[in-house]
């Protein structure tokens, strides 16, 4: 275990990353420009600078809200208008920065990228050990609504912790009524999403991105296999599917996540989709709450 003191250190660093890979990467977003490009311009850059990817480069599209990473040999391109959402996560010693913004493809920031952008503005101003968490989700429904969009309450906001992507405390984007006391020290990430609809989310039949749960009894060899190496590189943090046909394909990527799906040994981060179709825009930074405020490092 890391001291306080290297825990800050690492997710400063692992912040001042993510904050230059947002912005190159931003001048990609950009009619014509590969899906698959882009998110392997945005892992590769992480890696060169001395982080590694804390989970997939997320570009969810339109209405898929959440969890979409193309395949190897996925042909998807950016279009003119766009709404597209890139989630970026970097760790250093599994301390984790986590960012996103959303870019209306060839064209300036409107409404419904400034109500989350906005919101999660509002809602960073609001942090300050004591503050509850529902009363930041209160500001972020606020702002969202405020722009006449809905925000989407299945998603929220998380802490995070070494080696662990969404532990303990939630940050919700709606007044949930309920909420804990944040407190100093304590590290999160806020995303507000808003959608042109009701923003209800609807769970597709794709998925792209898991992440270790448990070990388990397993006859097949390849899922044997494939489990160890999962273990080894990532860990309890996200990965896609990607990263290991580059170098696995011989042990039937597909078959044997499935079968790992299947046997309760890793989880499916399926693919969400707004549910009547609307568009959805994303903004996100993670930020230590600190004895006066909070200081965002992403
Ligand atoms: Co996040």
Not at 99 to 107: G, L, P, Q
Not at 142 to 152: A, M, R, S
């Amino acid at each position: 275990m890391q001291d306080d003191d290297t825990y800050i250190k690492n997710i400063r660093s692992a912040g001042n990353i993510l904050k230059i890979v947002k912005e190159e990467s931003k001048k990609l977003v950009i009619s014509g420009y590969k899906v698959i490009d882009l998110v392997e311009f945005i892992e590769k850059k992480v890696i060169e600078m001395g982080g590694l990817p804390a989970f997939p480069c997320n570009v969810s599209i339109n209405s898929i809200a959440a969890h979409y990473t193309p395949n190897l040999h996925t042909d998807l391109t950016l279009k003119s208008g766009d709404y597209v959402k890139v989630d970026i996560g970097c760790h250093i010693e599994g301390c984790i920065a986590d960012t996103a913004y959303t870019v209306k493809v060839d064209e300036n920031d409107d409404d419904l990228i400034k109500a989350t952008q906005e919101a999660l503005n509002n809602a960073i101003a609001a942090v300050e050990p004591g503050v509850k968490t529902n009363y930041i989700g209160k500001i972020i429904e606020d702002t969202i609504k405020d722009f006449h969009y809905n925000p989407i309450k299945e998603l929220s906001g998380h802490g995070l912790k070494p080696y662990i992507l969404h532990s303990g405390v939630t940050i919700p984007n709606y007044n949930s009524n309920v909420g804990s006391k944040l407190k100093e020290g304590d590290t999160i990430a806020i995303e507000p999403f808003a959608s042109t609809k009701a923003g209800k989310l609807k769970t597709s039949e794709e998925v792209y991105i898991f992440k270790y749960l448990q070990d388990r009894p397993l006859r097949d060899p390849n899922s044997k296999k494939l489990l160890s190496i999962i273990k080894q590189n990532y860990k309890t943090l996200p990965f896609a599917e990607r990263w290991l046909e580059k170098d696995y394909s011989n042990l039937k990527i597909n078959f044997s996540l499935r079968n790992l799906i299947r046997s309760n040994v890793i989880y499916p981060y399926n693919v969400l989709l707004d549910s009547e179709g609307g568009l959805v825009s994303q903004a996100e930074n993670s930020l230590i709450v600190t004895s006066s405020g909070c200081e965002v490092y992403t």
